[in-house]
C-alpha cells in the first residue's frame, strides 16, 4: 500500500510511480492519438462533413453517452471502493481481537506460566500470518519450533490452513479448561474471541472469491473503448486538431476510472493500493508479544 501527504500537490502531481495509471495507458493514449489525427485529417483536408447539419448533431449524441458512462463509471468506483473497506475494516477486526484475546489470556494465565503464554505468543499472531498467506493463494515459508511445542501439529498446505490454526488455539484453550486453569465464565469468554478469527476469515474469502460479474466489467470495457472510438467523429466538427488532446485526456480519465476499480476490487493482493496485510500481521506479533511477555 502507498502512503502518502494527499495535502502534498506536486507529488500527485508530477511523480510517476508504478501504480499510476498513466503508465498503464500510454500505449492506448498513443493510439487514440494517432486516430483521432487520422479522423481530423481526413475530415479537414478531404470529405469536409462540417457543412452538413446532420453530421453536426453527432456531438449531442456524445452528451447523452457521457451522461450514461459517468454513471456507470461512479457505480463501478463505489463498489469497488466498497469492498476495499470492507477488507480493511475486517483486518481492523482481526487486529483489535488479537490484541482482546492476548489481554484476556493475560489475567487468566499465572505469570510465570511461561510456556501456555508462549504458545499463545506464537499462535495468534500465526493465524492472520496464515490468513494473508491464504488470501493471496500462497504457501507460508514460517516455521514453527516443534521442540518446544511439539502439540502444535505441522500444518497441512494441502487444506485451510487458518482452520488448523483456529482449532489449534480452540482446543489449547479447552485443555486449560480441563486442567482447571481457567473457569466456565473465562472459556465462554475466550471461545468467543477465537470465533471470531473464522468469522473474519469467512467474510474476507467472501470478498475473494466474489469478483464483480463478468459481464458487467465487460460491458463497460466495451462502452469506453467504443465511446472513445466515436468521439472524434463527433469533435471534428467543432474542434479541429484540438479533438487529439481532447480525445487522448477523456480516455485517460474514463480508462483509469476503470483500471483504479479493476485494482481495490481485490484488496487482499500485492498491488501497491491493496491492503498493507504484512504490515498489519507484524503489528499484531508485535501487539501479542508485548501483552504475554
Not at 34 to 57: G, M, P, Q, R
Not at 124 to 140: G, M, Q
Not at 189 to 212: H, V
Request: charged share 20%; proline share 4%; hydrophobic share 45%.
Amino acid at each position: 500500500m502507498i502512503y502518502h501527504n494527499p495535502k502534498d500537490w506536486s507529488a500527485s502531481l508530477f511523480r510517476f510511480n508504478k501504480a499510476d495509471t498513466f503508465r498503464k495507458l500510454l500505449p492506448l493514449i498513443i493510439f487514440a492519438c494517432l486516430y483521432s489525427w487520422l479522423v481530423a485529417f481526413l475530415e479537414i483536408e478531404y470529405f469536409k462533413l462540417s457543412t452538413d447539419s446532420h453530421f453536426k448533431n453527432i456531438t449531442q449524441m456524445h452528451s447523452l453517452l457521457g451522461f450514461a458512462i459517468s454513471m456507470l463509471l461512479v457505480f463501478r468506483t463505489n463498489t469497488a471502493y466498497d469492498r476495499w473497506w470492507e477488507g480493511r475494516k475486517l483486518w481492523g477486526a482481526l487486529v483489535n481481537n488479537s490484541r482482546n484475546l492476548s489481554v484476556k489470556l493475560n489475567s487468566y494465565l499465572p505469570h510465570d506460566d511461561e510456556r501456555n503464554r508462549n504458545f499463545f505468543k506464537r499462535l495468534i499472531p500465526r493465524f492472520a500470518l496464515e490468513l494473508k498467506a491464504h488470501l493471496r493463494s500462497e504457501i507460508t515459508k514460517l516455521a514453527l519450533d516443534e521442540t518446544e511445542h511439539p502439540e502444535i501439529p505441522s500444518f497441512d498446505h494441502t487444506k485451510h490452513v487458518p482452520n488448523q490454526v483456529a482449532s489449534i488455539i480452540t482446543s489449547k484453550i479447552n485443555m486449560l479448561y480441563k486442567e482447571g486453569k481457567i473457569t466456565d465464565a473465562q472459556l465462554i469468554n475466550l471461545n468467543a474471541e477465537t470465533q471470531s478469527f473464522l468469522d473474519i476469515c469467512g467474510a474476507c474469502e467472501r470478498i475473494k472469491n466474489t469478483p464483480i460479474p463478468y459481464s458487467y466489467s465487460s460491458f463497460i470495457k466495451k462502452f469506453i473503448v467504443i465511446y472513445t472510438l466515436t468521439m472524434p467523429l463527433g469533435f471534428v466538427f467543432t474542434l479541429g486538431y484540438i479533438t487529439i488532446p481532447v480525445v487522448a485526456f477523456i480516455f485517460y480519465v474514463l480508462a483509469s476510472l476503470e483500471i483504479i476499480a479493476e485494482e481495490i476490487e481485490d484488496p487482499f493482493g500485492t498491488d501497491d493500493n491493496d491492503l498493507p496485510m504484512d504490515k498489519m500481521a507484524a503489528n499484531i506479533k508485535k501487539n501479542v508479544e508485548d501483552m504475554l511477555a
